[in-house]
Each structure stands twice: as C-alpha cells, then as structure tokens.
Nanobody, 115 residues
Framework: QVQLVESGGGLVQAGGSLRLSCAASGSFFSIATMAWYRQAPGKQRELAASITSAGTANYAESVKGRFTISRDNVKRMVYLQMNSLKSEDTGAYYC?????????WGQGTQVTVSS
C-alpha cells in the first residue's frame, strides 16, 4: 500500500524559505518518479518539480532557481527546498508518485507566503 505524507508547510514572509518533506511507504520507491504539485486558491493543480529514479530534476519555470527537489531512497523521503518565496507561491503542496501508470497523492501541506 502506497502512502505519501507531507510535512513542513506553514506561514512565511516573502523572501523566506521553507523545506517540505514527503515520507513515502510502499514498494519500489527507488524506481518511482516523485514530484511536488501545488494548487493555489481558485486555480488548477500544477507541477512545481519532479525527480526521476535517476535523480534528474525538472522544474516549472516559475520556480526555477528558487526551488530544489531531492530524494533519499534509503529513507524513502522526497524534499522540496523553497527559497526566495513569493506571495504567488501560496497554496497547497502535494507529494506525488508515478510508476508504471499508477499514480498516488498525499493529503497536502499548506504554504502561505505573506507579502
């Protein structure tokens, strides 16, 4: 059974930093593509960053240079380091796992950036 549990969200001032964590359970974590999505109020969910099993990272243009995604296959953890946060980064952040056509989501963690 795959479960994804996010943590690390909170309230931060613009320009500040947060580190999100995703704890994953279930088999085959090391070969799954992991990602962070986000959803701002009234908007569609969008990809913020993803990382393949080989460690190749991909970022949305809006977060490039500010966010860093990483993974620890031993601990089964995925992280999102967010620096230079802006008010437009406010939203719910969701951990996502994709493998062989199967997709799983965490419950989300809220990030609020005050200007």
């Amino acid at each position: 059974q795959v479960q994804l549990v996010e943590s690390g969200g909170g309230l931060v001032q613009a320009g500040g930093s947060l580190r999100l964590s995703c704890a994953a359970s279930g088999s085959f974590f090391s070969i799954a593509t992991m990602a962070w999505y986000r959803q701002a109020p009234g908007k569609q969910r969008e990809l913020a960053a993803s990382i393949t099993s080989a460690g190749t990272a991909n970022y949305a243009e809006s977060v490039k240079g500010r966010f860093t995604i990483s993974r620890d296959n031993v601990k089964r953890m995925v992280y999102l380091q967010m620096n230079s946060l802006k008010s437009e980064d406010t939203g719910a952040y969701y951990c996502n796992r994709k493998l062989n056509g199967a997709e799983f989501w965490g419950q989300g963690t809220q990030v609020t950036v005050s200007s």
